[in-house]
């Protein structure tokens, strides 16, 4: 069956969106990342103009990332300090990252700049994670020179001020890691047009310590704020949400979040992990044959920012 | 909500069967586009328009459907360092449709001379000529891009170049009619788009004939995306509240039913 939407101007066969959403949402619930990356090009790949597939993908993570913070929240796993603070480094971040685009685009080739960074950054933290996980799965003695690396970065950390106990996460750290953190992801993500989930979650677990469970529940629920406001400016100043494509997507991912938290409750955190490090090595790569093969279009919408 | 959708829908089948005929630009010439009236409402899924009517024995015709004339901003994709694919920059088309469809009986440039064709705007190389893209270097990549640009709308089912899809009979009484029954995209946007009919002989335009075709949203579509632009503030929150709302109420279902493990 098919159904019109009205801001999109295009018909879609009902069943795409709803078992986009639900495989979109299990990837959610399952590892804390909101699932732009896969949801956008899929969309546009059924004939939704490009802007109108971003904004109104951002809608849709407002409904899963309530309904997998909601599952994680349950059973205790949401670091609600941790998250604020990360939000409010990630809102600084974002406003940062706006600017950066207007300075970055003045100068020319910077996109291709930024795109071959974030590209090596993805496949870094991705081959890093599966390395290190899959060595501390077989042998726990091994990764002793890697505990040794971080001793040296969790010094420093443990020498900056204001340092506050996280209770949920069970870490002490300053005030300022998850801040500057969180502004980091948060110009990247609004220069790259993505959520920045893929950074944030290996950044919680090295850098922060935190433990893998409540990193995904932590993580979703930075993801639901960082989407309410992205939804609200897209409609607001850009008129591209498509609230009936929306409707469609959350009636499968809000379901999806919730079985992939079920899910993601019975993997060990290692293997959550490596999951997790391998779908950002496809992530990876997928983005590395966007940029090679030759587009069947090189004509597309303009518009966004 | 029900009611309403099959009220809608009621709107949309009566108006297959309604058909309305235009002026007409000539005495021998006639056109009549049927169903010529879409309504969108949300099972719309395209729709097909029929243009009939009576020519001179011995001419051809050509129908020209577009919607006016604007201009298109669009990205466009190049190589950066000699390997990497991205957006290199915009375009700005003038002059030309959102919506181009060209049908004709025979091949444009079988029936209709070059200078002809580029007066009325009939065909890909002719509304090139007609169009302005800016920043281009020179006529090579105004070409290039302009291809682009066609298999861009094409891609998206609103331009179609086709011969042969025209039929026309012999009648009894020695008039020629003609008739085309052609599928209406979903792509196509609401608007009003004009149906121009040439007759044509000896390569030349020798009659013209016009008639439109009206689509329109209706009903929840059409308040939807008329709220969406004039009242983007509360439907963001609308938005926004249904999306958190659709979150928790899942969860909800999902901690009395299931969650035991």
């Known amino acids: 069956m098919h159904l019109y939407l009205p801001v999109a101007l295009t018909s879609i066969n009902i069943l795409i969106p709803v078992g986009l959403g639900l495989a979109v949402g299990l990837l959610s619930g399952l590892f804390g990342v909101g699932g732009g990356f896969l949801m956008t090009p899929l969309l546009i790949m059924c004939g939704i103009p490009s802007t109108i597939a971003a904004a109104t993908d951002s809608n849709q993570i407002v409904a899963a990332s309530t309904s997998g913070t909601y599952a994680h929240w349950r059973v205790g796993n949401v670091d609600f300090k941790m998250g604020l603070y990360l939000l409010g480094g990630g809102f600084v971040g974002g406003l940062l990252g706006v600017e950066g685009i207007k300075m970055l685009s003045a100068m020319g080739n910077a996109g291709f700049v930024i795109k071959i960074t974030y590209v090596l950054m993805l496949g870094i933290v991705g081959t890093y994670m599966l390395i290190e996980s899959i060595q501390s799965m077989r042998n726990r003695k091994t990764d002793e020179t890697a505990m040794n690396k971080e001793t040296r970065i969790s010094t420093f950390l443990k020498s900056l001020p204001f340092q506050t106990r996280f209770e949920k996460s069970g870490v002490t750290h300053s005030v300022l890691v998850p801040l500057v953190l969180g502004c980091l992801v948060g110009i990247l993500a609004a220069i790259m047009g993505v959520g920045g989930g893929f950074l944030m979650v290996p950044i919680m677990f090295y850098i922060l310590r935190m433990p893998m469970h409540v990193i995904v529940g932590t993580s979703l629920f930075q993801i639901l704020f960082t989407c309410i406001e992205v939804t609200f400016l897209q409609s607001y100043t850009n008129h591209t949400v498509d609230f009936t494509l929306a409707v469609l997507l959350l009636l499968g991912s809000t379901i999806g979040a919730q079985v992939g938290a079920v899910f993601g409750r019975k993997l060990k955190g290692e293997q959550l992990k490596i999951l997790l490090a391998l779908i950002v090595l496809v992530v990876t790569v997928k983005i590395i044959f966007e940029l090679t093969l030759t587009p069947s279009l090189l004509i597309s919408q303009a518009g966004g920012h | ?261």
């Open chain 2, 1 to 261: 909500m029900k009611k309403l959708k099959s009220a809608a829908f009621f709107v949309f089948a009566c108006s297959l069967v309604y058909a309305l005929s235009t002026g007409t630009a000539s005495a021998k010439l006639t056109s009549i586009a049927n169903h010529d009236h879409i309504t969108i409402d949300f099972f719309y899924h395209g729709s097909s328009v029929s243009v009939r009517g009576e020519a001179d024995p011995g001419t051809d015709v050509i129908i020209k459907i577009t919607d006016p004339e604007g201009h298109h901003v669009v990205n466009k994709k190049g190589k950066i360092g000699g390997m990497l694919w991205m957006n290199v920059g915009t375009l700005k088309f003038e002059k030309v449709p959102n919506f181009y469809a060209v049908y004709s009986t025979r091949k444009l440039e079988d029936i209709l001379s070059q200078e002809e064709r580029e007066k009325y705007v009939i065909g890909y190389p002719e509304l090139e000529k007609h169009a302005e893209i800016t920043p281009i270097a020179n006529e090579e990549e105004k070409a290039t891009w302009f291809n682009e640009f066609v298999k861009f709308k094409e891609d998206s089912h609103v331009y179609a170049l086709s011969s042969g899809a025209i039929s026309t009979t012999m009648q009894p009484d020695g008039r020629q009619t003609y008739y085309i029954l052609t599928d209406w995209p979903y792509q196509a946007a609401p608007g009003k788009y004009q149906v121009a009919v040439y007759a044509v002989k000896n390569k030349k335009v020798v009659e013209q004939a016009e008639s439109t075709v009206f689509v329109e949203q209706v009903g929840v579509v059409k308040a939807l995306s008329s709220m969406a632009k004039n009242n983007a503030a509360l439907y963001g929150f609308l938005s926004i509240g249904i999306a958190l709302s659709a979150g928790f109420g899942v969860g909800l279902v999902f901690r009395k039913s299931g969650g035991s493990h």
